[in-house]
């Protein structure tokens, strides 16, 4: 399996503030990378598809970036509602695999 | 606006079998243009995709479960079934059933149910 690896797996950060959260592939998966945002006890939102294409209605404050084993969710401006726990997702190569996840506090 | 809900028991005793549905409203699984997920969070730690169906019938499904697993659809009903057999206590989740579209080679979970609480205990 493809093993994805998050980091950091946790953040601090204040509203307006820039944040960056790194996933790793353990192999090349060109672009096939998923985000998504999962709020406590709520089920996961897709945010961005494809490394950087963001879902409809996701604010453009947030990034994708990267390919082949690493890539980035930028987040600028960070706003209340940002705060949330993020899981990156590769779709290269079946079993579909998630990464820990970073969460963002406050 | 399409909207998943899972149901079923939320404890589970040991060596049993685990099922669930998931009742889609807002759309169909008879859709051609999509497939049908199961993705567990065990607690504390990540997503765990489990398996995908296509409204054919058509399954696939994570290695690591595929001998206890079992993924069903019946259009009638607009619902999809999950059935995991021999479960223990590393079979404890919240259990999400999640819309699945594959798209230009990607492969993604774009509409999730809000999840059910799964216990594996005596």
């Known amino acids: 399996d493809i093993q994805m690896t998050q980091s950091p797996s946790s953040l601090s950060a204040s509203v307006g503030d820039r944040v960056t959260i790194t996933c790793r592939a353990s192999q090349s998966i060109s672009n096939y990378l998923n985000w998504y945002q999962q709020k406590p006890g709520k089920a996961p939102k897709l945010l961005i598809y494809?490394?950087?294409t963001l879902q409809s209605g996701v604010p453009s404050r947030l990034r994708g970036s990267g390919s082949g084993t690493d890539f980035t969710l930028t987040i600028s401006d960070l706003q209340p509602a940002d705060f949330a726990t993020y899981f990156c997702?590769?779709?290269?190569?079946?079993?579909?695999?998630f990464g820990q996840g970073t969460r963002v506090e406050i | 606006q399409l909207q998943l809900q899972e149901s079923g028991p939320g404890l589970v005793k040991p060596s049993e079998t685990l099922s669930l549905t998931c009742t889609v409203s807002?759309?169909?699984?008879?859709?051609?243009?999509?497939?049908w997920a199961w993705i567990r969070q065990p607690p504390g730690r990540g997503l765990e995709w489990i398996g995908s169906?296509?409204?054919?019938?058509?399954?696939y499904s994570n290695p690591s479960l595929r001998s206890r697993l079992t993924v069903s659809v019946d259009r009638s009903e607009n619902q999809f079934f999950l059935k995991l057999s021999s479960v223990t206590a590393a079979d404890t989740a919240v259990y999400y059933c999640?819309?699945?579209?594959?798209?230009?080679?990607?492969?993604?979970?774009?509409?999730w149910g809000q999840g059910m609480q799964v216990t594996v205990s005596s």
């Open positions: 999640a819309r699945h579209l594959r798209y230009s080679g990607n492969e993604l979970f774009d509409y």
């Open positions: 807002g759309g169909s699984v008879s859709s051609s243009s999509y497939y």
């Open positions: 169906i296509y409204y054919s019938g058509n399954t």
């Open positions: 997702q590769q779709s290269y190569l079946s079993p579909w695999t």
């Open positions: 494809g490394a950087s």
